[in-house]
């Protein structure tokens, strides 16, 4: 094989069909497009091409070798009323088996196409749900890269409490030592994800593939930068043969352009947004939004509404209710909400430009649901976080942010409310808990001020580590390099 296409390395990237999952790996594909002879193919489906392709335009119109290859959706096949080709477009979670069935179709479809594609595909870099992607990548002999959406921390804590004991006989709410970390944080059971608390939508069989299919992965992306985590960093690559390269922040690729069109039309005019946010004094307004997929009750939004009414301070309140949208908006108009805090209070309804806004020197504080892209949003714009996390990981990523990096304030909130059942666990933080958090957040005392200096020495660390000779800039070349040299071990 002639040197030159073994240094030719075509990167397949594919993402999960959901926001919090596609957002990053957009972002890994147009870093991975500006190396020298890399060539990268984002595989999805048609509307998820449209929705994310204003991101990447630019990009594209450059010159830069990066595209998409759009599979046919197979919705009608699976039950899916047609359109919903992302897990957020569905009407209803009971549909999330009939979404599994469309994405496991992809497997067949991208394999039709393999061969046609140019240069041959060298690498498939997937989102670890992707379980499919672990068969196509053996079938056509290239490693399989995992994409995993969260924290070196998590990885960690996962790996501990599965070579313990600590949870045999263990009650729900009754707390423990967080098993083989460097600090001690203590936690329950009924904050845990899913492999370790049961929830509706995630069974065991699958999330025991999902594992399988990650511990015979060549190796693992994560979106995270090694000075934000760097002994659960240590540990992870230690677990996994070195093979992890953090190669975060990855919303840090996006310039001004790239920030305002990432993931969906905006609901609000953003000019209008960026001068309410200009009218306000520094550091002072309450950003809060929880993220593409939380399902808030409406009695729930309530106390949180009341919660930051109540706390005097701005705010941006981003609310998607989803089918309950009539409800909220109901109860806001009816209370007059909206009126009573019009001057200081702007609300977003369905989806807000979060990078933006985040930027924003007025912003004081982000209340947050802890989804890790968020977090690592924040911190990158030096953020401080008021916690409040809902299902899957988002307790560690609370642990991590207020009691490890101490850069958070949480609200309170005790237990997971499972995706899909927010109903059953009814209101789970009352709106004086909010009201209270906010105050302690935004105290001018020395834990404030100590606390807005240790966000701020991230949030450089984080903008340093994505320059030339940054520890992120650096896992990229490596990553790289470690590719093109297995190409060449293969090709021998
Ligand atoms: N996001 C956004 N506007 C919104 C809601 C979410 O831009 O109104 C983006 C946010 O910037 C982040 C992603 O969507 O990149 C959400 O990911 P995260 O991991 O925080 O949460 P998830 O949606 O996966 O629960």
């Known amino acids: 094989m002639a040197s030159e296409s073994i240094n030719q390395l075509h990167f397949l990237l594919i993402p999960l069909l959901a926001p919090g999952h596609t957002i990053p790996i957009i972002d890994i594909a147009k870093l991975l497009a500006q190396q ?16 994310y392709s204003p991101t990447l335009q630019e990009h594209i119109n450059a010159g830069l070798p990066v ?8 919705a009608a096949e699976a039950g899916l009323p047609e359109g919903c080709e992302s897990a957020d477009a569905l009407p209803g979670l009971h549909l999330l088996p009939n979404f599994s069935v469309a994405v496991d179709m992809l497997q067949q479809r991208l394999e039709q196409r393999f061969d046609s594609l140019e240069p041959r595909p060298s690498c498939i870099l997937s989102d670890k749900f992707m379980l499919w992607t672990a068969d196509t990548a053996i079938k056509y002999q290239i490693p399989r890269i995992v994409f995993d959406g969260m924290s070196c921390f998590k990885q960690v804590c996962t790996h501990h409490l599965y070579a313990s004991k600590v949870l045999d006989g263990l009650p729900d709410s009754e707390p423990f030592l967080l098993p083989g970390l460097p600090h001690q944080i203590e936690i329950t059971r009924a904050q845990l994800p899913p492999e370790f608390n049961p929830s509706p939508f995630a069974s065991p069989d699958h999330l025991e593939r999902v594992r399988e299919t990650e511990s015979k992965s060549y190796g693992m992306v994560i979106n995270s930068f090694e000075e934000l985590e760097q002994e659960y960093v240590n540990e992870l690559k230690k677990l996994k043969a070195g093979k992890v390269w953090c190669l975060g922040p990855l919303s840090l690729s996006n310039n001004d352009l790239g920030k305002s069109l990432r993931g969906n039309s905006t609901s609000i005019d953003e000019q209008h947004c960026l001068n309410w946010l200009d009218s306000q004094k520094p550091k002072s307004v309450i950003y809060s939004c929880f993220g593409s997929s939380s399902q808030v009750t409406p ?66 504080a982000f209340l947050t649901h802890c989804g890790w ?88 660390a984080a903008n340093k580590a994505i320059q030339d000779g940054g520890s992120s800039y650096r896992n990229l070349t490596l990553l790289i390099q470690d590719l093109r040299e297995l190409a060449k071990i293969k090709s021998q």
Do not use: C, Y
């Open 36 to 51: 020298p002879n890399v060539t990268v193919t984002i595989v999805t489906t048609p509307l998820n091409a449209i929705r």
């Open 67 to 74: 595209r998409f290859l759009e599979l046919p959706f197979p």
């Open 299 to 364: 009695q729930q939004l309530i106390e949180l509404g009341l919660g930051l009414e109540a706390s005097k301070h701005p705010f941006i309140w981003v609310i998607r209710a989803g089918d309950k949208a009539k409800e909220i908006n109901t109860w806001l108009s009816d209370n007059e909400f909206e009126e009573r805090t019009k001057d200081r209070g702007i609300i977003i309804r369905d989806w807000a430009p979060q990078l933006l806004i985040l930027s924003h020197p007025s912003v004081g």
């Open 373 to 460: 892209n968020s977090i690592l949003e924040g911190v990158s714009a030096g953020v401080p976080f008021l916690t409040w996390p809902q299902f899957a990981e988002q307790f560690l990523n609370e642990k991590l942010v207020v009691e490890v990096l101490r850069i958070g304030v949480s609200v309170g909130a005790e237990v997971i409310v499972n995706w899909g059942e927010e109903e059953k666990f009814g209101v789970t933080v009352k709106s004086e808990q909010v009201k209270k958090a906010i105050e302690k957040m935004m105290d001018d005392g020395v834990e404030g001020s100590e606390r807005r200096k240790r966000v701020g020495l991230l949030r450089n």
